[in-house]
């Protein structure tokens, strides 16, 4: 990771827009421009410089993890007032702030320190850099992404009637701890049957039946980068109408595939899908965005969503996973990730979309 270069990028726009200094309070940010991965400390990117603000316990991994950046080692009760004549002793005006990751109590004390009026939000530069994509992102996130391929195939060779969702949840969770994952992105959802119709349905005690469809979307972090992916696989022969609607799915994903390319609105591609969704009468099954960006966050923006007006650039990391779902019946949703390009896109995500039958 080039991470001189990142905050070189971000200063020559902050100078273009007359911003001084950025205090970076997030870990995701933190990470983003200096490599530190540690719980506390703050960034403070100047024109001239930067300097990482962090206590004891990560001396020696702050060395290690930003060699090139200098370091002042905090303790808790110190922390704001040496953040507070490192920024004052650069004469940086005004001072911005990584708001949209920032938590209240941050703000308040940011704001205790060097006054609300100094203060602006700088989340939008960040999160307009963070949306590209470098070389070593996308491999990390198609590291991140194949690992969880290969946890989905594990589940798919162990899934029987019998088995709760609870017990799927595991097989994939530990198939990529044991593949070097560091945990989970979010809490991975395994909805089977009637509940399948709950988008956001969390692994629990029921039991795998016969005729099931399982949606199975979970992901996991690698060396600080998500993966996200969805399948929908049948525990036996499902009825007709439950292959029909995984049909109708599939059709979407592969439509609006078809059409993601760099340059193109975000708002138009989930349109796609609700127009597939639309001729079949199903429109009103279908009840969130296309798809989400990802990265050192597991939902980063641009977006595949009707609120997103903007092109979407080249190498932008993003999902794509149409859904349906019918309360008390079922649902069905696909979910790759994929990387915007020039021409089209390149699919990070390699597991089967046909239906399969367990």
Known sequence: ???????????????????????????????????????FGFLVIMPDG???????????????????????????????????DVVEAAGQEPIGFDGR??????????????????????????????????????ALISQAEAIGDAAFQLACEKMVPGMTEVDVALILETEMRR?????????????????????????????????????????????GYCSDMTRTVAIGEPGDQLKDLYQLVLKAQKACLSQARAGVIGADIHQVAVDIFKEAGMNQYF?????????????????????????????????????LYLPGQGGVRIEDVIVLTKDGHRNLTGSPKDLLIL
């Open 50 to 84: 930067t300097i990482l603000l962090t206590d004891g316990r990560y001396r020696d991994q702050a060395k290690a993890e930003a060699p090139d950046i200098d370091l002042a080692i905090v303790g808790g009760m110190t922390a704001a007032s040496k953040l507070a």
């Open 287 to 323: 009840g969130h965005g296309l798809g989400h960006s990802l990265g050192l966050e597991i939902h980063e923006k641009p977006v595949f969503s009707p609120s997103e007006k903007n092109p979407l650039a080249e190498n932008v990391a993003i999902t794509v996973e149409p859904g």
């Open 179 to 223: 593949r070097g994952a560091q945990g989970t992105s979010f809490d991975t959802i395994v909805a089977s049957g009637a509940r399948a119709a709950l988008p956001h349905g969390l692994a629990s005690l029921k039991a795998l039946e016969k005729g099931d469809l399982v949606v199975m979307d979970f992901g996991c972090r690698y060396q």
């Open 101 to 138: 990751l920032a938590s209240y109590p941050t703000y308040q004390m940011l704001a205790g320190l060097f006054g609300s009026d100094r203060l602006v939000d700088l989340s939008p530069l960040i999160d307009a850099q963070r949306a590209v994509k470098d070389v070593d992102e996308i």
């Open 1 to 39: 990771m080039d991470y001189q270069q990142r905050r070189a990028a971000l200063v020559k726009e902050m100078t273009a827009k007359g911003q001084g200094a950025l205090i970076v309070t997030s870990y995701e940010n933190r990470r983003y421009y200096s490599g530190f991965s540690g719980s």
